[in-house]
């Protein structure tokens, strides 16, 4: 059982980050070039196996089960949390949906603006592509680093990432175009779920204690924290004429824009290389 939930929450979670880094992929691609596109995103993944190799084995094998399991419950929980609050805020309509067809639109006009004068090397492209995959492909890695060792599971939760990555990576070729109808806030409320509730069970696991039903309590814990989510979208819900409900793309105070979290990486990843902003950016 906890093999399959694994599995799963370490697939989405990876699917999630892949759609996002996808859309900036595609969009250095169409507006500089796809060769150093795909340089910075190979280059990118490289880095990525490297970490979640050396890393996960070394937290698998020198580090006391009990210790790494209340240590990785605990950064899954704030993880999980942070996931739900987001996907949470979206539903209820006090945060604007994430946009793939908005996010690439600007985010092409952006590097389009600034693209350079035809040299062979295009640093700009091969940064925002490098920057872009990193980014949001390390929180996929951390994920599957810390649920693979906690569970010593690591090939399980390698695997589920590995056949997310190529997933998404061949949805990409196929349609060649962000892949904007997939549920991405449904997804991430999921994961969400999932998140906090390995890491409930796995701070009680580190700390000594044993849950009723064994593994089973992940069900029903995950089955709490769902309601628990359902609930606050209920109350927290605004009616879909209330003018203060943002639009999907649109900004929800100043720390958001149009484009959401892809075009302000990647982009200002192009920029920062310009001279221009230093690409930092919001929670998805």
């Not at 970490?51 to 009990?66: I, N, R, Y």
């Not at 604007?96 to 090397?121: I, K």
């Not at 349609?175 to 969400?192: F, I, Q, W």
Request: no cysteine; glycine share 14%; hydrophobic share 50%.
């Amino acid at each position: 059982m906890t093999s399959g939930l694994l599995a799963l929450t370490v697939f989405v979670a990876t699917a999630v980050e892949m759609v996002e880094a996808l859309t900036i992929v595609l969009a250095v691609g169409v507006s500089r070039g796809w060769r150093q596109a795909l340089q910075g995103a190979l280059s990118a993944l490289a880095v990525l196996v490297l970490l979640v190799a050396v890393f996960g084995v070394s937290l698998a094998t020198k580090v006391p089960l009990h210790l790494l399991q209340f240590v990785v419950g605990l950064g899954l929980l704030v993880f999980g949390l942070s996931w739900l609050r987001k996907a949470v805020s979206r539903a209820a309509g006090l945060r604007p949906h994430r946009d793939e067809g908005a996010a690439f639109d600007r985010l092409v006009g952006r590097l389009t603006t600034s693209r350079g004068s035809g040299r062979p090397f295009d640093s700009v492209a091969f940064v925002a592509a490098f920057k872009g995959v990193f980014l949001e492909g390390l929180e996929a890695a951390i994920i599957a680093i810390t649920f693979g060792a906690a569970a010593q599971r690591l090939w399980v939760a390698f695997a589920s990432a590995g056949v997310a990555t190529v997933g998404v990576g061949l949805l990409g070729v196929i349609v060649h175009r962000p892949l904007s109808r997939v549920p991405e806030n449904a997804m991430k409320l999921g994961v969400g779920v999932l998140l906090s509730s390995f890491g409930t069970f796995w701070i009680v696991e580190g700390l000594g204690g044993e849950w009723p039903g064994s593994e089973l309590a992940v069900l029903y814990v995950a089955a709490a924290y769902s309601g628990a989510a359902l609930v606050a979208v209920r109350l927290f819900a605004r009616p879909a004429n209330d003018p203060r409900r943002p639009v999907p793309g649109g900004r929800s105070g100043r720390n958001q824009e149009l484009g959401g979290r892809a075009a302000r990486r990647a982009g200002g990843a192009g920029k920062s290389v310009l001279g221009g902003e230093d690409g930092r950016a919001d929670g998805s």
